[in-house]
């Protein structure tokens, strides 16, 4: 199988977790959340010589998609994410706002990521889970030889991700959580959105939002 690079870092005011992934031998790249920051991700990149082939986005919150755009134009990798988000996009000057950071400007999406779809960088592949909850489009990467889930803001060490925003819904994302994630193996490890990694047996056992009454 083809060995991983693996770089997780916070990125912008929100500190959303942006990872960089990388094929060892064809030097190929994923990037997922360049929500901002984006002068660090190229650094990684060129200090571990990678290319950069796709920018996945896990849902279409600004911290999470800020610098998107800036890394397309930096790269020319397109940029992915589920359609059910285009309509967070949109509002990504409402969403700037909210937090109290410039507006990224417009964000215009390359190809769509659709649930049961892959992405691919040289040889790594990642299955992609439409986990609607936390927004209509949040998405999830699960890279099954690597036992390694990108979760976005759909599962955190001890939580979940917050549905009181528009397009959230707590039904949705309790059921995209015992019907998708949680059908993982308990070895996974998880890459949330925010703070640090945990397994999928440590939060079937632990999280309170996943314990059946
Ligand atoms: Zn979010």
Known sequence: MASMIHVVFPVGPLQCNCSVIGDERTREALVIDPGDDIERVLAILEQHQLSVKQIVITHGHIDHIGGAMRLKAATGAPILMNEGDLEQIALLEVQAAWIGVAPPGPVTIDALLKDAGSVNAGGLRASV????????????????????????DTLFAGSIGRTDLPGGSFTKIIDSLHGRVLALPDETIVIPGHGPATTIGEERATNPFLQRK
């Open 129 to 152: 889970l439409h986990t609607p909850g936390h927004t209509a489009g949040s998405s999830c990467l699960y890279f099954p030889e690597e036992k390694k889930l990108i979760a976005g």
